[in-house]
């Protein structure tokens, strides 16, 4: 999440992560903009020299793999907030209060990925507060992107026989964008997300730009909620180019421990990133292959709104990014890129939505290869409540359909929301940058975003059967936080249903930020922050079976890393976590969180990969 100096009250009246879902009557139609890329190129392949090209990737798309027919550093500052510890009416009522008696999934692998004590080929990565987890994982490898940092890591099968291993990093997200110019180069922000569409076999990385680029003699317009689409002028003429040889960063010298020094990227000689007062920027990079160091598609759509906190799903007919607008707008841009046009490398477009008075959203995301039915719209969910507004609870879950037309943008349209009726829920510690979370041997508490859905809503079609994945942080009746989580249904008309929810809070302690999965099976796996004295604060995974009863996360809460020290630097406690399906097998599922080790200053990320009893693999 971009994070910028304020004032206490502008915190006060901070509304990134908050939002009101106006109530409607009837499907509304968001302002659309359709959007050509700004700049669009294939990038030579992305590995060094010690990374040696694996032959025969095939650059051909599976069957199945389309539709039928820098440096931001933390200074918002430490908002410390007291707040009563509420639960409403009828919240209990779906409390799981025990462990689950199966015994806790199968840990798979678990290493330590970027953070202290990271290093790499290319060093170590500097650090910056609060971590931004994403992890994807393909048939041979695991790639992660912590805020403007990433890295390549082995997955033991077919082609390396351990995981865990540094093949590259730890380097600067904007390395994939190299030669390409403009923003996109020049800029390294965070917020960066990686994916893997298992549906194309490829990698996707997308990647926002917080400052705004030199002005254009036209600028598109941003639009407004309810107005007509619009199509944006073109950003570069002679798309898409000829390819362009991504800079190869050096791989660095070890010392007599084996251990690389930090890399300090060369800055002389750089041009400056920009600053002017034009339009902001998302890029993506679309690899042309199933191994991420190889040659990639890069794209750049024009952005006339902010682009904070993007999470990028993946389904049939696009890449779906929803945005959030500003810190002072209770607004989201809802966008989504040509995917079918993208994994070619061809010209392509972005359409945007703008929709007002909706909480954080988040599009659903494919897991596994069975496609949703042909044409299907996408899905999109937002909590309700209102942080901006002081309304920290809801009883309802909200749901949008987007349809997108390639062909015609006129027939492009969102409809909702849509209510859901679930239990009733209040934030935990009434959303977020509040001092919330305790620790030992502090009164520095941590943050809960409590205000949000969480990244990833995971989509999954196991037959005719089509289910919803989502959770987010709710109070508990004994005190601490507990993981709501929602397993929806999507009817005939595709309008979701609850078909069960939970919130495991099995004892006082806070369990908070979680991102959930479901295998092949229908298996459901949620990884999510751990903590509250006197423990501090590590990664934990629970999970249910698909035949076992209602509501209950059955297996035995599994242990992912303990913390071994308090976050005393800063109350923002990662913005949020990541969980990625395993393609090989479909059962595996690999998580990512934060935790601190002895004495450390600053976080570490640990990576584990979890798999349910009778979810048989495959290669």
């Known amino acids: 999440m971009i994070v910028r100096s304020r004032t206490l009250l502008s915190l006060a009246l901070l509304a990134v992560a908050v939002g009101v879902v106006q109530r409607r009557r009837g499907p509304a139609a968001g302002s659309l903009t359709v959007r050509h890329a700004a700049a669009h190129d294939t990038s030579s392949p992305l590995r060094d020299a010690a990374v040696p090209s694996r032959a025969g990737d095939a650059m051909r798309l599976p069957a199945f793999a389309l539709a039928p027919g820098d440096d931001d550093d933390d200074a918002r500052g430490d908002t410390i907030t007291t707040i009563a510890h509420t639960v409403p009416a009828g919240s209990a009522a779906v409390e799981q209060t025990t462990q689950g008696t199966r015994p806790a999934p199968l840990l798979v692998s678990r290493f330590d990925g970027l953070g202290v004590g ?20 393909g048939p041979d490898h695991i790639v992660q992107i912590v805020n403007t940092r990433m ?22 997200t904007r390395n994939v964008f190299k030669g390409f110019g403009g923003p996109c180069e020049l800029r390294n922000n965070g917020d960066a997300v990686v994916r893997y569409d298992q549906l194309a076999r490829r990698w996707l990385i997308v990647m926002p730009i917080f400052s705004r680029v030199p002005k254009r003699a036209v600028e598109p317009e941003p639009g407004r909620d309810g107005e007509p689409a619009r199509r944006s002028m073109r950003g570069q003429p002679g798309q898409p ?139 999109m969910i937002a909590a309700g409540g209102t942080q901006l507004k002081k309304v920290m609870e809801d009883d309802a879950l909200y749901a949008w359909t987007f349809h997108v037309d390639w062909r015609d943008s006129s027939k492009t349209h969102v409809e909702g929301p849509r209510k859901i009726a679930v239990a009733p829920y209040h934030y935990l510690c009434d959303g977020q940058l509040t001092n919330c979370v305790p620790q030992p041997g502090t009164d520095r508490g941590l943050d809960a975003q409590g205000d949000k859905l969480m990244a990833r809503v ?35 008309k595709r309008t979701l249903s609850l078909y069960q929810q939970g919130t495991f809070a099995p004892d006082s302690f806070f369990r908070w930020m979680g991102s959930p999965a479901m295998d092949a ?4 796996g949620i990884g999510y922050s751990f903590g509250g004295t006197p423990h501090f604060v590590g990664q934990r995974f629970a999970g249910r079976l698909a035949g076992d009863p209602l509501g209950t996360l059955s ?61 048989a693999t495959r290669r």
């Not at 990271?118 to 994982?137: E, I, K, M, Y």
């Not at 779906?320 to 810190?327: A, H, L, N, Q």
Request: proline fraction near 9%.
């Open 118 to 137: 990271f290093t790499g080929p290319q060093g170590a990565a500097p650090l910056r507060n609060p971590s931004d987890n994403s992890l994807a994982v």
């Open 241 to 379: 180019g000829a390819p362009r040889v991504l800079e190869q960063p050096r791989v660095l010298p070890r010392d007599s421990q084996g251990i690389a020094p930090a890399f300090v990227p060369r800055t002389s000689g750089q041009p400056r990133a920009p600053t002017d007062s034009g339009s902001y920027a998302m890029c993506y990079a679309v690899s042309t292959s199933p191994d991420p160091l190889g040659a990639y598609y890069r794209y750049e759509f024009v952005r006339p709104l902010f682009p904070d906190y993007p999470r990028p799903a993946v389904w049939p007919d696009g890449y779906y990014v929803p945005s959030s607008t500003g810190d002072e707008v209770i607004q989201k841009h809802a966008c989504v890129a040509d995917r079918a046009r993208m994994l070619r490398g061809e010209d392509a477009t972005e359409q945007c939505v703008v929709i007002d008075g909706v909480n954080f959203l988040n599009n659903a995301d494919v897991d596994g290869t069975q496609l949703p039915p042909p044409g299907a719209p996408n899905i």
């Open 458 to 492: 995971v989509y999954r079609r196991i037959g005719t059967q089509e289910s919803v994945v989502a959770v987010h942080s709710v109070n508990s009746t004994s005190g601490g936080g507990g993981v709501r989580w929602y397993e929806l249904r999507v009817g005939p």
């Open 521 to 524: 099976k229908g298996n459901i």
């Open 555 to 615: 297996l035995h809460e599994a242990v992912l890393v303990e913390g071994e020290s308090a976050q005393t630097n800063t109350l923002r406690w990662e913005d949020y976590t990541q969980t990625a399906m395993d393609p090989s097998d479909d059962c595996t599922i690999w998580y990512v969180g934060d935790y601190l080790r002895t004495g450390a200053a600053s976080y570490s990320t640990r990576i584990g990969g979890y798999r349910f009893p009778g979810c």
């Open 151 to 172: 890295a390549v890591f082995t997955k033991k099968g077919a082609r390396y026989d351990s995981t865990g291993v540094v093949l590259y990093g730890a380097v600067e």
